[in-house]
């Protein structure tokens, strides 16, 4: 499509160039131009400067208190354990910066769903992101010692 306005002009010169490009690419009995034609999709590419979002930091409670932000428990299984284990699941709205939350649990969001497996362990950043520490912990207690996936403490 040409720059500018749409006018009659300029969507004359646009099917002009559909057709010699068609012509081009298919031969030039391909077409069928008495048939009329479809535009069954427009891209559009743009650009421009836009404001840049404030972020609100937020720094670390001390001694962050998740209690608020549990949502209860729901039994999930969990493939490190071999078996289904009694999980906390959070409201992840409330968590607040400095909480950290040892796996397994379920951070519950409005868009997405953040899983922490056992042996793993998400912290609440100064911008509420949940940053999950892979293997921060190891997984324990008697469905992990049953299943062989550890050794139990002596």
């Known amino acids: 499509m040409p720059l500018g306005p749409v006018t009659d002009d300029s969507v004359a ?3 002009e160039d559909f057709e010699r490009r068609y012509a081009q690419q298919f031969g030039a009995e391909a077409g069928y131009a008495d048939a009329g034609i479809v535009i069954t999709g427009v891209r559009v590419k743009v650009s421009g400067v836009v404001r840049k979002p404030s972020v609100v930091r937020r720094p670390p409670a001390e001694g962050a208190d998740a209690g608020a932000a549990r949502r209860g428990h729901r039994d999930v299984h969990w493939e490190e354990l071999g ?11 409330r968590l607040q910066p400095g909480t950290t ?11 997405t769903t953040i ?5 793993h ?3 609440i950043d100064e911008y509420g992101n949940a940053v999950v520490q892979v293997d921060a912990v190891r ?3 008697p469905a992990a ?10």
């Open 101 to 111: 939350l040892e796996g397994p649990a379920v951070i519950e969001l409005p868009d």
């Open 121 to 123: 362990r998400a912290s």
């Open 13 to 15: 010169a646009l099917l």
């Open 145 to 154: 010692v049953a299943a062989g996936r550890l050794e139990e403490d002596v």
């Open 115 to 119: 899983v922490v497996r056992p042996g």
């Open 139 to 141: 997984p324990t207690g």
């Open 83 to 93: 078996a289904r284990a009694s999980t906390a699941i959070w409201d992840g709205g």
